[in-house]
């Protein structure tokens, strides 16, 4: 499926269409424009869309609200590509824009499902993208000039563009023709950190001799809202949450949050989870210049070029600890807290450059202060979060957790 705004933009989606039927595919084209006609005939046409989201494209000219018919549009364009795919008529689909159109597209590409592919040739592609990723598989392809007309640069971006989504269309059709990979493994999803890979390794390890697909999370703030996504809509049978640094991002400011909804979908859903304190010790920023300047006092430790970590105070860590405490206490399922006193990352250690104790006590005292008197159960242990005992009995802890779920005990 090729759509977008061909009232504006017909003769980009003339070149790109005609490329991928060159390529041997099949396209149906949708109009999601609004302004006017278009010289470019539509599969799906502007009036269609329109129609699909419960309207008409005379009522929305005569709004003339743009952000309404862009909203509206999508809806359109959503039901449009949910029931090609229902009928086994979609492989891929794409879609050129500026800030307007990518708005349309990407809100109708993060609702198809995970795997089908999905390539946005966008303006907006060079800066932060993570509102047109959102939770799903989005590919994302930098313009580099705008999308206005076709031009030495533009017939070759695009050229790639139609190239890719040809290649990445075939491949899903081989796949889909194949039939569907069995799956008769539990998922079991896991965060984990560069300073926290040593633990989820251990625990993934362990989890996976125990009959479990592991799914692992980088806790960078995209990672934290795909796994709540996954949990929210019933993939997940347990949850392996030792890294909850985005929790310390959310607080403190930092650039890494997962939002405020982070810790919340397996507490809602009753799912089993095991949580710990994993990398609470730092919140992120970007290359060092970013730091914002109220922050110039605090020990820092630049990662690499693009991240900065900053160490929590006493203060914010016990902020912190109680935030995710109250998160953690509001569990409808099985909650265990395994707390890792001998510290919390790879750089949280004797001699190494967050060590600070006392921080580390008051965030988890602050939990435990949190969950006193709810049903989370609290594994208190002397261990670094990265010792392997630790991450082994987290897991086994799951592990049981799951199992008791199970069986209804």
Not at 45 to 68: C, I, M
Not at 300 to 327: F, P, Q, Y
Not at 342 to 365: K, L, M, Y
Request: glycine residues 10%; contains cysteine.
């Amino acid at each position: 499926m090729l759509f977008g705004t061909l009232d504006t933009k017909d003769r980009e989606y003339t070149f790109v269409r005609d490329l991928v039927v060159r390529l041997g595919l099949d396209v149906v084209l949708v109009d999601t424009g609004v302004l006017g006609a278009s010289a470019l005939a539509a599969d799906v046409t502007a009036a269609d869309v329109a129609e699909a989201a419960g309207t008409s494209l005379e009522t929305l000219r005569a709004r003339r609200d743009r952000g309404h018919a862009l909203a509206t549009m999508a809806a359109g364009t959503k039901a449009v590509a949910e029931d090609l795919y229902t009928h086994g008529r979609l492989s891929a689909v794409l879609a050129l824009g500026g800030s307007g159109g990518s708005s349309v597209a990407a809100a109708v590409m993060q609702s198809l499902p995970v795997g089908l592919p999905k390539l946005l040739v966008s303006t907006m592609a060079a800066g932060d993208v993570s509102a047109y990723v959102g939770t799903s598989d989005v590919t994302l392809m930098y313009s580099v000039v705008d999308v206005a007309g076709v031009n030495s640069i533009s017939r070759q971006v695009l050229a790639n563009a139609a190239a890719a989504i040809a290649g990445m269309a075939t491949a899903y059709d081989a796949r889909r023709a194949a039939g569907p990979v069995p799956q008769d493994k539990p998922l079991v999803a896991a965060t984990m950190f560069g300073v926290t890979t040593p633990a989820v390794d251990t625990a993934r390890r362990r989890l996976e001799e125990l009959g479990y697909e592991v799914l692992v999370f980088h806790a960078t703030g995209s990672g934290g809202r795909t796994m709540e996504a996954l949990v929210a809509e019933g993939h997940i049978a347990g949850v392996l949450d030792l890294t909850t640094t985005e929790i310390a991002d959310e607080v403190v400011g930092g650039v890494l949050s997962a939002g405020p909804d982070r810790l919340t979908a397996a507490a809602v859903a009753g799912v089993p989870q095991v949580v710990s304190l994993g990398a609470l010790d730092m919140v992120n920023f970007g290359p060092r210049s970013t730091v914002p300047q109220r922050f110039e006092d605090r020990t820092l430790l630049v990662h690499n070029d693009a991240v900065t970590l900053m160490r929590t105070s006493a203060a914010e860590a016990a902020e912190i600890g109680g935030v995710l405490g109250e998160k953690l206490a509001a569990s409808t399922g099985p909650a265990t807290l395994f707390v890792p006193r001998g510290g919390i990352s790879a750089v949280d250690a004797p001699d190494r450059p967050f060590w600070d104790p006392t921080a580390d006590a008051g965030c988890a005292d602050a939990v435990l202060e949190a969950v006193a008197d709810s049903a989370v159960e609290v594994v208190d242990t002397h261990w670094h979060v990265n010792d392997a005992a630790f991450a082994t009995a987290a897991a086994d802890h799951l592990h049981q957790l799951i199992l008791r779920t199970r069986h209804g005990s």
